[in-house]
Nanobody
Framework: QVQLVESGGGLVQPGESLRLSCAAS????????MGWYRQSPGKQRELVAT???????NYADSVKGRFIISRDNAKNTTYLQMNSLKPEDTAVYYC???????????????WGQGTQVTVST
């Protein structure tokens, strides 16, 4: 079993910044992908950003140039630095990992509990 603990959400004004963190623990041999998704009321969950084990990153067009995803493999932690926040960034942000429990084992997926980000005046 893998646990994901998220932190860093909150209420900010437009143009401000926030940094989300997600620490994974449990039965992990290696984490292949770490990422963030978000969901607003009435909308489907959408990809925000991912970072693979080789530090290859992928971003949604709506956050390119404003958000930066990174990971610390020693800590099994991923970070999402969110700059120039807009009201449309308001959502619950979910951490997501793809990991392997044992060498050459099949991939598994886990989700965090979500952290609220609200951008408003």
């Amino acid at each position: 079993q893998v646990q994901l603990v998220e932190s860093g959400g909150g209420l900010v004004q437009p143009g401000e910044s926030l940094r989300l963190s997600c620490a994974a623990s449990g039965s992990i041999f290696v984490i292949a992908v770490m990422g963030w998704y978000r969901q607003s009321p009435g909308k489907q969950r959408e990809l925000v950003a991912t970072v693979a084990s080789g530090d290859t990153t992928n971003y949604a067009d709506s956050v390119k140039g404003r958000f930066i995803i990174s990971r610390d493999n020693a800590k099994n932690t991923t970070y999402l630095q969110m700059n120039s926040l807009k009201p449309e960034d308001t959502a619950v942000y979910y951490c997501y990992v793809v990991y392997v429990k044992v060498l050459a084992g099949p991939p598994s997926r886990a989700w965090g509990q979500g952290t609220q980000v609200t951008v408003s005046t």
